[in-house]
């Protein structure tokens, strides 16, 4: 993956002028919060770029953060609208199929990333990578378009996934906790469909 290429969306596009902007992310918040996480829990949040989960998640006290995105602007960017808190959360700027964790997380989350790995080497790449990052007993959610959800994001090819297929994909290193359907809508008020699962790494 070139990190060139969503540098350069990041670059042209404001917070608001991307599809998958959330104002609140509601649905991977009541995941979260049904885990019931220690405050201290290592939480990373894969292909985060700017997203205001992490801002949610320093609001309810959770302060072992880290956000990992191929894009250097995408980080800057989250940087600079957290202000005071930026020195609260670890950056890693890295493509998700090359990181190499130097700690075990209780929490993994990925929203809108996964589905951008198209070819199954890189999708068995990033299914150990989670595996080994993982802490026993942690948790892992991962949303993805579903089956119904657009076929490209950002001119890029995704991949359509139903909630067996991830339950499939996943199940292999996790067990599945649940999963459920959810309709985004995009800041212009397109709608797009996702699919979220919530793992545990037993
Ligand atoms: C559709 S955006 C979703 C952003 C965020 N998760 C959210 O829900 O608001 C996809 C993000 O994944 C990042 N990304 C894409 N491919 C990646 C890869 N191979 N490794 C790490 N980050 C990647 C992009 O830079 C972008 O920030």
Redesign the pocket.
């Known amino acids: ?1 070139d990190s060139n290429y ?1 540098d350069s969306i ?1 670059q042209k596009k404001s917070e608001k002028e ?1 599809s ?3 104002e609140v ?1 509601r649905k991977s918040l009541e995941l979260i919060e049904s885990f019931n996480l220690a405050l201290d829990a290592n939480i990373i ?5 700017d ?1 205001r ?1 992490v801002d949610c998640l320093l609001e309810r006290g959770l302060n072992h953060l880290s956000v ?4 250097a602007i ?1 980080l800057k960017k989250l940087k600079e609208r957290l202000g005071a808190d930026a020195s609260r959360i670890t950056y890693i700027e ?4 090359a990181f190499r964790p130097s700690k075990s997380y209780q929490l993994w989350h ?4 996964f589905h ?2 198209t070819d199954l080497e890189q999708i068995e790449k990033y299914l150990s990578i989670a595996h080994d990052a993982l802490a026993i007993g942690g948790h892992l959610i991962v949303s993805t378009f579903s089956k119904t959800g657009p076929e490209k ?2 001119g890029l090819s995704t991949a359509q996934y139903s909630e067996d297929d991830l339950k499939k994909l996943f199940g292999r290193f996790f067990k599945n906790i649940k999963c459920f359907e959810d309709t985004h809508q995009t800041p212009w008020g397109a709608t797009q469909n996702f699919v979220y699962c919530g793992f545990k790494k037993v």
């Open positions: 993956m969503w990041y991307v998958w902007f959330q992310p949040d894969i292909g985060g770029g997203s989960l990992l995105d191929i894009s995408s890295s493509d998700i199929v990925d929203r809108a990333t951008f790995l994001c950002s």
